[in-house]
């Protein structure tokens, strides 16, 4: 008897510290902007090549006159700066694959294409595009053919590992921020995406698939298993551009009716993963809550008259997490290009549940910051990011560019995990005005704009950082105006 309690106690002693120790490595990209026209005259060859010879295309020395051509581009596409090129694709691919040698999985959160698609391909290519491409046969296959190529570079260099991508505002071939639902991009683009998922055999894993790539097709969105050494982690990927405030049809109508119908598929989701005790995580692109670029850009005072920007057209997202705080164990989403930290918390007070949200910096540096990517540990057996770093490159192009770890979230802020409880302590240290308060604010400050140390959050900081974890116009101000006159 006495024998059996102690092999007992060893097995569960084994069991929780295996539990404890359990880790794994996961990789998170975004923003690619991929700009096939960086060499206009190489988009010609491009939209009459097959997408398997693309990399072979683009990876040629450049046109002559290629520069000029590429200045009279950015210049007629009133472009703000320089998306990524297939250098700097290239050297992200090798960089992160470098530093994060055997992910579990990679994520990729949107916005693949670079900005201005529709402008750059009319100038490389001399062929008349609308905004809304509708009947615009050749540009529709050309931006199918993109996002396939992007998509397909990831998979290939990460080769057996599994890829998850979620589309971003971009990611259109009718415009940015518009899209049908059965959009026949999305049909197009399926097969490539689903074949990153990888994992798992036999039908249960088969029919999964299949209800992924029927999703997809419909609205961009999916759900699926988490790869192994994930356990009973489900992965649910948004498509939110419908969401968005700036959202339009492919005819530039306002509708409603595809948000609402991706939020009914969302609860479905999570209602489904509480019954089969699976952990989840939330992937999009666009977050939910205040645009903080919108809103301080041109230093107005949100206490008196000024709007508040909000980046979707409800709160809706934000509250169907926090109501779901039991199950959802992490969001990631993106689209800011900079380095953030959010708590997804409800204004309802009877749900008190929060869920961590990881913003994901972009590879692309349109805005002027240096390309960068993020390395995630996990715990497998609880699907609690327990902390990540992020690498930051020493130089925009690509070209002879060294990738370097910037910071990691436990040794600059001192939290063990990236759970409700550790972004609490850090955002309460973001707000204190103590030593250790000020030593993590100016650690944040640094860090939100990857490559530039010089932020101008300073200036608006208190209101700043009312945005990490006020997820409506109304909380946002009474937090940010609190206490002032």
Known sequence: MRRSLWVCLLVLGLCCCTESKAQTMVLMLSDLHFDPFHDPA??????????????????????????????????????????????????????????VRRPA???????????????????????????NSAGNQAFAEFVAKTLNYVVRRVEKEFAGEPVY???????????DYRLDDKDPMLKATAQVVMAGLRDGHGPQALAERAQASEDYATGGYYS???????????????????M???????????????????????QKQLDAAREQHESVWV???IPPGVDAYATFSKLKNVCTDAPVAEFLSSPAIAEVLAKNADVVKLAI????????????????????????MKMVPSISPVD??????????????????????????TNATGIGTNWNREYSFDSAYHVRAFNPDGVSVMLGELRSKDKRGEAAIRQYEHDFYPGDGMSLLSLVWPQYVCTLDHFTADSFKACACRNRP
């Open 42 to 99: 190489k988009a010609v060859r491009l939209a009459v090549a097959p997408v398997d010879q693309w990399q072979a295309i683009l990876d040629e020395p450049d046109s002559g006159g290629q520069k000029a051509m590429f200045a009279a581009l950015q210049k007629q596409c009133a472009a703000r700066g320089e998306d990524t090129d297939e250098a700097l694709l290239n050297a992200s691919m090798a960089a992160s694959h470098s530093q």
């Open 105 to 131: 999985f990679v994520t990729v959160s949107g916005d693949l294409l670079a900005h201005q698609f529709n402008c750059r391909y009319t100038a490389a290519t001399k062929t008349a595009s609308e905004a």
């Open 165 to 175: 991508v979620a589309l971003g505002n971009n990611d259109s071939d009718c415009g």
């Open 224 to 242: 699926v298993l988490l790869a192994r050494p994930m356990q009973r982690t489900r992965l649910v990927v948004l498509n939110d551009i419908f």
């Open 244 to 266: 968005s405030t700036k959202y339009a049809t492919c005819a530039g109508a306002k509708s409603s009716a595809a948000a609402a119908a991706q939020l009914d598929w969302l």
């Open 283 to 285: 992937m999009g692109h």
């Open 333 to 356: 989403f993106a689209h800011t290009h900079m380095d953030e930290v959010k708590l997804v918390a409800s204004t309802d007070p009877t749900l008190p549940g929060k869920v961590p």
């Open 368 to 393: 002027g910051n240096m390309p960068s990517f993020t390395e995630a540990l996990v715990n497998p057996v609880t699907a609690v990011m327990k902390d990540y770093a992020v690498y930051v490159a």
